[in-house]
């Protein structure tokens, strides 16, 4: 394929821009450097590696600014170029390691590894001709050329929209919100596709008349997840100040936020929620993430038309109700239009990520596609 994979210009002044998010004290790299990451990572992900594909990050970072134990320093720096990208790249860690970049003789070149989790402006290779940038714990922008969605500032508000459309929450709970997008992470990493449905505690109207329980009995949850979110949130609390600031303070909302490998202990947790989805029909549960069933039937009726808005898109269209996609995406619809105290969230067969909330002020159901994009 040669080197004709490219980012135009105008792209990378967008992302560096969006990078930067007002803050001039962050250490980033400049348009040319930024543009060799970016392009870099896009070449070397259409590639193979004893026919594995490849899976790496870059960050911008000098090893001084990385603690001993989170470095591993090559004997001299290799060029950043894919060529030999793709010769190094087994090496790292999936979600866990990165090649360091730094500025040498006005090069950009590759010192080593590092695994330091301090902010620093970082490109990810997600799969074959797609990349994410992110600064810190958020994506900042994903490139698909000839697509770019900018979705700085996006993660906070979509986690506010969660928590917000379910009845009895409290509204913003940044902690309930960050592990409801795990478990759903979770649903779409089994491969599958599948849906979770989420309605407020203590109370069954939004499952009594909408959904047929199917294999467990409802009146009765086990515990599930319930443990680990009710001790993640009292420590959110006690350490104060915001609560999304407080939810950042939890080291594996922080890990799964900054795309890096949760817990092994609390990700068996996750993961076995998210395989039940595997079972035809939703997996259930409620705002204190006790399961409620799995492959489960929801018995409502469509709605006639909806809301679709993208992640990295600001405008809305409406669309009649056959055009939001499969009998999954219809039927999490028809969900959030009879039950409107609750959310729903379909996992793609193929990846994509869709939540589905009732809008009380607009009347109408929302759908907002490729949620992945902030947690990639």
Known sequence: MGNEVKVTPEAIDKILVALRGGDVTRNLPDKNVLQTMVE???????????????????????????????????KSALALDHKEIVGIAPALLPKRSRFGVIVNEGKPMVWGITMTTKPCAK?????????????GLENIAVLEPPDLYLVAGTLQTCMKRIT?????????????????????????????GGTLLVGPHGKHDWIDGALQPKILQARNPSPGLADELAQ????????????????LGDLEIRAFLNGERVKETLWRKVAGIGQLSAVDGAVVVDDQLHLIDFGTKILADEPPKYLEQ???????????????????????????????????????????????VYDL????????????????
């Open 40 to 74: 870099t990572a896009l070449w070397a992900g259409l590639r193979r590696e004893e026919n594995r594909q490849l899976s790496f990050a870059f960050a911008y970072v000098s090893p001084s600014n990385c603690k001993p134990d989170e470095k591993i320093e090559f």
């Open 361 to 376: 002020e607009k009347g109408t159901v929302v759908r907002l596609r490729h949620l992945e994009r902030l947690i990639d």
């Open 310 to 356: 993208e992640v990295g898109i600001e405008s809305e269209t409406e669309k009649p109700i056959e055009a939001v996609g499969g009998t999954r995406h219809r039927s999490a619809a028809a969900f959030v239009e009879c039950r409107r105290d609750a959310v729903a969230f379909v996992a793609s067969h193929d990846g994509p990520l869709s939540l589905f």
């Open 164 to 192: 917000n459309s379910i009845a009895g929450t409290g509204g913003e709970r940044p902690v309930l919100a960050a592990m409801l997008l795990m478990i759903v992470d979770a649903v779409r990493r089994q491969g599958n």
């Open 232 to 247: 993640r949130e009292t420590a959110a609390k006690e350490r104060g100040g915001s609560e999304f600031e407080a939810a």
């Open 123 to 135: 490109v990810r290779a997600l799969a074959p001709g797609r990349v994410v940038v992110k600064y």
